[in-house]
């Protein structure tokens, strides 16, 4: 029984939740830049590069030959994933900045010091008191 206790303290602590909430948002993220690009960016680069279709673009390596599909280097594909990780990639780094910038600001301001008790006078006062009768 303990090592069932011991894994539900480990899956239910914080960061472990915190992880799979962030995992399950990113993949649904990156299905939106897959979208953004393949849908959206890459059509008009197609068209400004003379119709191109980058799902198309590859080099046949082998030919088909009877029920053997052609061997074929899909390097449009590729582009277009390189594109895809360059997004995420920059949105991310966008994100962390901007968590770096509010953590700076907020280390930055530190708290105003705490104006002195009347105890903490009073104490001063006869620490005063007493070095001057010391000397």
């Known amino acids: 029984m303990s090592m069932i ?5 480990f899956a239910m602590r914080g960061n472990v939740v915190d992880l799979a909430v962030g995992i399950i948002i990113g993949a649904a993220f990156g299905k939106i830049v897959s979208s953004f ?5 890459m059509p008009p680069i197609g ?5 191109v279709d ?4 590859s080099v046949t390596l ?3 030959v ?3 599909a052609a061997v074929t280097w899909n390097y449009g594909s590729f582009i277009q994933t ?3 990780f360059v997004i995420v990639a920059f949105a991310i780094f966008l994100l962390i900045k901007a968590l770096n910038s509010m953590k700076k600001k907020a280390e930055e301001a530190p708290p105003a010091p705490l104006a002195p008790t009347g105890e903490e006078l009073l104490l001063r006062e006869i620490r005063d008191l ?3 009768r010391g000397n």
């Open 5 to 9: 206790k011991e894994f539900r303290d």
């Open 130 to 132: 007493l070095k001057s």
């Open 37 to 41: 690009v393949n849908d959206i960016l």
């Open 66 to 68: 009877g029920d053997v």
């Open 47 to 51: 068209i400004a590069l003379g119709g």
């Open 82 to 84: 390189v594109v895809d």
């Open 54 to 57: 980058f799902k198309d673009l």
């Open 62 to 64: 082998k030919d088909a």
